[in-house]
């Protein structure tokens, strides 16, 4: 529950465990904690996100927006709720941007060495015609054809009920950036198999894209792309 004496910080990461639901300190909102970044105070007085909200210290709950995090920079929103003098360093929405990047290449890598991901543009191809694929992830900055072409493919496959699976499709990361997680060069498209590993590779996904677009409603279940 929300600490009635202070809600704009809980009492710690030991606190609360159970809790659900956080006021984000600069809409007022009382939102879902997995709609929101937990922010600490390191030792050295400098605000930072807590992404796996494990940090020690009191956490200041932000929107998991961009727009919301440079909001907060803007009307010291960290120094009124923290209460004391801390330095927020100016590029602090995109460096969270970049934490939340990295979170989603290391969970991908996780899925990889589960077994949970194939990459290549026929690899992937066989696995989507199979009905196999539980994702599918392409490339950022990859050409639009060979999109278009698995897209439609995964289009066309169907569930038991004969509607459509609607496969979540990735599109959040860049090449660079799957080369990274894989330990390939050149990755373009790859899918995921069903696992928990694959499960939270999704979750980062959704918050990354939630994070850089401000927007809720594009980030919801199977059949969107994120």
């Known amino acids: 529950m929300l600490a009635l004496a202070d809600p704009d910080l809980d009492h710690g990461p030991r606190t609360d465990k159970s809790a659900t639901m956080r006021m984000c300190a600069v809409s007022r909102e009382v939102r879902p904690i997995d709609e929101l970044i937990r922010f600490v105070v390191s030792p050295q007085g400098e605000v930072i996100p807590d992404l796996k909200r494990k940090l020690p210290g009191r956490g200041l709950w932000v929107r998991a927006s961009r727009q919301t995090v440079a909001e907060a920079v803007r009307r010291h929103q960290f120094k009124r709720g923290f209460k004391r003098d801390v330095r927020v360093a100016p590029t602090l929405p995109a460096d969270t941007e970049a934490l939340l990047e990295r979170s989603c290449t290391e969970a991908l890598a996780m899925a990889a060495k589960a077994g949970q991901v194939i990459s290549g543009f026929a690899k992937v191809e066989g696995l989507l015609e199979q009905g196999r694929a539980g994702a599918l992830i392409h490339a950022s900055d990859g050409a639009a054809d060979g999109i278009r072409k698995l897209d439609a493919i995964a ?72």
């Open 155 to 226: 289009g066309q496959r169907t569930g038991n009920t004969g509607e459509s699976r609607g496969l979540p499709i990735v599109t959040a990361l860049t090449s660079a950036q799957l080369d990274l997680a894989l330990g390939r060069s050149n990755v373009i498209h790859a899918a995921l198999l069903a696992g928990p590993a694959s499960k939270t590779f999704l979750s980062r996904c959704q918050i990354l894209v939630r994070y850089r677009m401000d927007d809720d409603d594009k980030t919801g279940d199977g059949g969107q792309k994120f």
